[in-house]
């Protein structure tokens, strides 16, 4: 068992903050003072290099551009298609040790075919989808992606349906969701020394105590972000992140920002976490269970993921170290046997996939510890720490983590 640490200097911390700040204006330097975004051509001949647009205008001759379209086919006799870029393929993807995944420019196409019984269904729901996007850019309103669904319940069908076309409006368009004013209610839960304006004016303060805030919907609204945090610490789950509020770690050792997505995380969630490396620029840990599940939601908040690759830009974070559960923490801390979990043959299909991943050869420490989760066979949940002690998480383990460097 690891000694007890009452630390006052978290030196390691903040030599990795120093690090990152001095990759980030290397970065900088290298690309003449701004960020390089990659430029990809949208749907329709008319429409040329619309990527994270920031005039409604733009959108609106956008979706305007794409009826037009649709009616020259009708006008020639012929029936209409929409094309747009498969979001969901992995041979669409690169991946960039800056960005993380992010498509291609010359990606392969898939077409919805108004003529097709197969399609003719999706093609109205994407017509549809359109029409009310516009109604919203046009007028200057936001709606959740949930009201969207309840203007026409029996038309989409599900929620799901609705979703995917969403996305797949935004990869054609090359815009971020927030761009087409379309929302999502937020799930993931924010605490710590964080005090900003949201959209509408009101000042929230994320001060640590027995409650959360929620990560707001609009997080491209938020301004005036003021914070003495030395770290962000990602947490996977919400019975982890309630408990390090129960202990009140956010100032037990000195000020910090944790915020959880409550497992695999939302988009506003992610843009979070983006959004506080951007503006505090200070290091982002992550907090998950040894286990495949675990490590794949910790490369979404770093890596980004395949179906949101077109806006890479403003969703990952390549800078997030993994503080823990290490695999190899099990063993080094001698987690009792009965707490560990065997993996199931989906856990091992996952963590297979995981090591083919084309990050995985730029994190060779990484690569270690799914060899050795692969090699021992059994998973841990965070809370497997309370077969030490009751409050070893916030009493040792992060505080040890912390203050040697101990994360990868």
């Not at 990795?16 to 690309?31: D, F, K, Y």
Request: some cysteine; glycine content about 6%; aromatic content about 8%.
């Amino acid at each position: 068992m690891e000694p007890f640490v009452d630390v006052a200097d978290f030196g390691a911390v903040e030599r990795h903050r120093a690090i990152l700040l001095q990759s980030l204006r290397v970065g900088t330097e290298l690309r003449g003072g701004g960020q390089q975004l990659v430029r990809a051509e949208p749907l329709g001949s008319k429409v040329t290099h619309l990527y994270h647009l920031s005039f409604s205008s733009d959108v609106l001759k956008a979706i305007e551009n794409i009826i037009k379209e649709t009616l020259a086919y009708l006008a020639k006799g012929e029936a209409p298609v929409i094309t747009f870029d498969k979001r969901s393929s992995w041979e669409n993807i690169r991946f960039d040790g800056n960005v993380g995944l992010q498509m291609v420019s010359d990606c392969t196409m898939s077409k919805v075919k108004c003529e097709c019984s197969k399609s003719i269904h999706r093609f109205a729901l994407i017509l549809k989808t359109l029409s009310m996007i516009y109604k919203l850019v046009q007028t200057n309103t936001y709606a959740t992606k949930r009201d969207l669904y309840y203007n026409d319940t029996q038309l989409f069908g599900s929620q799901i349906i609705l979703d995917g076309i969403i996305n797949d409006i935004c990869c054609m368009l090359k815009v971020p969701r927030r761009c087409l004013h379309v929302l999502s209610t937020s799930k993931g839960c924010i605490a710590g020394d964080l005090c900003y304006t949201e959209e509408d004016g009101k000042r929230v303060n994320c001060a640590c105590n027995s409650t959360a805030v929620l990560v707001p919907s609009n997080v491209d609204g938020i301004k005036n972000v003021n914070s003495a945090a030395k770290f962000v610490l990602v947490v996977e789950k919400d019975a982890t992140f309630q408990r390090l509020l129960d202990d009140d770690f956010c100032t037990k050792l000195f000020p910090c920002i944790i915020i959880t997505g409550k497992g695999v995380p939302d988009l506003s969630t992610r843009l979070m976490v983006r959004k506080l490396w951007d503006t505090l620029h200070i290091p982002v840990f992550a907090l998950m269970d040894a286990d495949p599940h675990g490590i794949e939601i910790m490369c979404i908040y770093k890596y980004g993921s395949v179906s949101m690759s077109f806006d890479a830009h403003s969703l990952t974070v390549p800078i997030i170290g993994w503080l823990g559960l290490l695999p190899s923490d099990i063993q080094r801390l001698n987690i009792p046997k009965e707490v560990l979990i065997p993996l199931t043959n989906k856990d091992k299909s996952k963590l297979t996939k995981l090591q083919k991943r084309p990050y995985i050869d730029c994190q060779p420490l990484w690569e270690k510890e799914m060899e050795i989760m692969e090699t021992c066979k059994v998973k841990a949940e965070i809370q497997a720490l309370a077969s030490i002690s009751s409050d070893y998480l916030t009493r040792v383990y992060l505080p040890n983590k912390l203050k040697f460097g101990g994360w990868i």
